[in-house]
């Protein structure tokens, strides 16, 4: 069967016809699910650098309200702002902003100290500016010297944002990896039941991402959220995995 059949039918769930498959070499379903998690990262990270590049921060920085930055804390009275840098999925918040944000993490700077967690799950805990690894020999930082060192460091982030995207794809392959791998464990004892192998128990795991990967990158391109979409994800995957085995037992 043709890669493209099996991703059809991977991606409406049709574990009837999937059960029928004949096992297959790991190393096919390895590379099925490395073709899909880096066509995706791929196309995530595209639209990622894409938004970025049409974003003005200069001019952001230049109209908004002054601020300093030091040590001690945050001076800002202007209005709330938002300021989401997709290219590292990362939302800046100042102020008392009740806008959700678009991207998977978030960083809210307020008067005291800082905020970082990821979107809906933000930490409790606020952070004091004086751990942050960027005074040196600088004592405070204001629009205008935030807005030189965009400037004078412009290639270097470009360069550290091409990392990010890459080390971010790597993790995504790691992470699907092992989890498809415990997934195709815990579910020997219910595959022996079926007279289906650990390979073919992986080999249904990989496959069951396609619909789960597939709505997770169009929701990253359009910026809808849904909580706990993650856990959700996984979940998707072990019914996949369940049904496709149960289909099996069935027709045994």
Known sequence: MGIVEQFQQSL????????????????KSFFYLLCLVLLSSLILSFS?????SKLDYEALLTEMEPFVLSEKGLDYTGEPLIVPIPVFDTTVT??????????DYVVTL???????????????NITSYSRLPIWGSMQEYTNADVLK????NASQLKQVAFFYQYVKAFLQVIISIV???????VSI?????ASVSYRRL?????YGVTLPIVIKTILKLTGFFIPYFGMMYWFAVIIFVFLTVNTIKRSA
């Open 149 to 152: 060192l965009l400037q004078e």
């Open 202 to 206: 992986w080999m249904f795991g990989a």
């Open 179 to 185: 989890f498809i791998s415990i997934i195709a464990l």
């Open 189 to 193: 004892p219910f595959g022996r039941s």
């Open 110 to 124: 307020q008067g005291d100290g800082f905020k970082f967690g990821k979107n809906g799950l933000m930490s409790p």
């Open 48 to 52: 990622s650098f894409s938004k970025t």
């Open 94 to 103: 100042i102020g008392k902003v009740t806008q959700r944000a678009t991207t």
């Open 12 to 27: 409406f769930f049709q574990w009837k016809e999937i059960g029928k498959w004949k096992a297959q070499s790991i190393w």
